[in-house]
Every structure is written in structure tokens, then in C-alpha cells.
């Protein structure tokens, strides 16, 4: 299993990205997808979480500018970051939450899933 996230790159203050994240593989159950971020020489942070049940929670720092909503593929995950500021810029990591997922023809569970970053990037 995988999460593979994409849509990151250099975009000037005041525009806008996409963020999209997708578990891969033979999954049975998550209870919820979100995103993280890390600057540089900054620990990470949440930035949004949406679970199976439809709820959000988001960082006040980018409240009323990101959304974070499902995809039509399953165990797929958007944000939409707009107005998008310096203090922007970071690596955005996607996690999967409580994932159920079959290794070897086994059922596995874990706490949480990590993909690999991808670099957002806001010019002032």
C-alpha cells in the first residue's frame, strides 16, 4: 500500500494549487485522510483532516483559503489551497488514518500511513 501525492509546485502569492493524494492498493478500510506540511527548519504541522464521516478539522493558519475534500476515486484525497502566502511554502506529506489494508494475503493494520512529500513553493 502507497500514498502517492502530487499536484505541488512554484505558484506566485495570491494563487492557488491543487494537492491530490491517493492510497493505492488493496485496501479495506481508512477512517480518514489529511495533510501535514514542513518548511524548512520548522517542525511539521497538521494543516487538514477529513474523515469517512464527512467531518474537516483544519489549521487556523490556512482556514477560509484550503479545502480539503474527497476524490471521486476511492481512497482519494484533494486541497485546494487558495490565496496562498509565503509562509506557505513546504514539503505537504498526505497521511491515511487507521488504515486496513492486505500484505501477503493478510489483513494488516496500523495507526497511520505516510506518503512521500510534494513541494509547494509560493514566490513573494
Known amino acids: 500500500v502507497q500514498l502517492q501525492a502530487f499536484g505541488g509546485g512554484l505558484v506566485q502569492a495570491g494563487g492557488s494549487l491543487k494537492l491530490s493524494c491517493t492510497a493505492a492498493?488493496?485496501?479495506?478500510?481508512?477512517?480518514?485522510m489529511g495533510w501535514y506540511r514542513q518548511a524548512p527548519g520548522k517542525e511539521g504541522e497538521f494543516v487538514a483532516a477529513?474523515?469517512?464521516?464527512?467531518?474537516?478539522n483544519y489549521a487556523d493558519s490556512v482556514k477560509g483559503r484550503f479545502t480539503i475534500s474527497r476524490g471521486n476515486a476511492k481512497n482519494t484525497v484533494h486541497l485546494q489551497m487558495n490565496s496562498l502566502r509565503s509562509d506557505d511554502t513546504a514539503v505537504y506529506y498526505c497521511?491515511?488514518?487507521?488504515?486496513?489494508?492486505?500484505?501477503?494475503?493478510?489483513?494488516?493494520?496500523?495507526?497511520?500511513?505516510w506518503g512521500r512529500g510534494t513541494q509547494v513553493t509560493v514566490s513573494s
Open positions: 477529513l474523515t469517512n464521516a464527512g467531518s474537516t
Open positions: 497521511n491515511a488514518d487507521r488504515p486496513v489494508y492486505e500484505e501477503n494475503d493478510n489483513p494488516v493494520a496500523v495507526r497511520e500511513l
Open positions: 492498493g488493496k485496501i479495506f478500510r481508512i477512517d480518514g
